[in-house]
């Protein structure tokens, strides 16, 4: 999956980049459009820390030529492990080298391992590199764990195990209006699916086409609201900006969290502590 592109993952892409250099080959990714617990365990899809788009910007700052993104469906879930490297060296026409994880596992029933690999690699000529893991803090570097940093709000750990500034990433999709009617017109993000950090007002910097802005992001319910939402709402209201965002992508880096998400008793109070912590935006901004 390479969910995050973490330092785990970014060495066995380094590898593979070398490898590639040195045998005057081609680099690819091999990565799935899906979780595959989406199609083999429906009941147990971990909300991921990147969007799609999102990580294959990730893979693509690494220096790999190419990725293969492959469609994770039922048909494919039942390859057998042996059956995927052998249609894989068939379809390429050559393999010289598989970088993988010491620990890796693949194929239908996990049936494919390091082992099997070397095995395979001694039959269809290529070499194998399954590089051990990366450890921070005396822990391996996982996935897993970097989400449960996101939930905490450990959002440095998380980024220090992701090897940059953890970001959220997701597409502009209409809202309510409500911040308009306000006075503070935010951007509602779509992040299903995703790993979110918890409720609360944050500094944000916000990248929209390459393009950077600074905003204020709200997770949370909106409370104050007569019917308050029963989801997670992810809202952003970008400073100094005038326009339109709807369907296009922002990713959101976080600068500081100011508060926790508040009910206000009425909508006056609110519009005063929004224009309170743009304000301290501000400043946080200015002191930088």
Known sequence: ??????????????????????????SVVVTFDRHPNAIVAPDRVPPLIYSLPQRMRAIASLGVEAA??????????????????????????????????????????????????????????FVVHGLASVSLDGETVRSTRIREAIRKGDLSFASQ????????????????????????????IDTSGLILPPTGVYAVHVRADA?????????????????PTTQTRVEVHLLDFEGNLYERELEITFVEKLRDEMKFASLGDLRQQIAQDVARIREIFDHL
């Open 1 to 26: 999956m390479f969910d995050g592109v973490h330092l785990g993952h970014q060495q066995v892409i380094r590898q593979a980049v070398a490898d590639a250099e040195h045998c005057e080959g081609i």
């Open 68 to 125: 293969w993104l492959v469609t994770f469906d039922q048909p494919f879930s039942a390859r057998t492990g042996e059956q995927f490297v052998r249609d894989l060296v068939d379809d390429f026409g050559a393999v010289s080298s598989i970088c993988v994880g010491a620990d890796f596992h693949f194929g239908f029933k996990r049936s494919g391992n390091i082992a099997l690999l070397k095995e395979l690699g001694a039959e269809l000529n």
């Open 161 to 188: 195990m992701l090897g940059r500034d953890y970001a959220l990433a997701g597409k502009v999709v209409r809202g309510d209006g409500f911040g308009r009617q306000i006075n503070f017109p935010t951007a509602n």
């Open 211 to 227: 393009k950077g802005y600074r905003g204020a992001l709200n997770i949370g319910y909106r409370p104050t609201l007569h019917v």
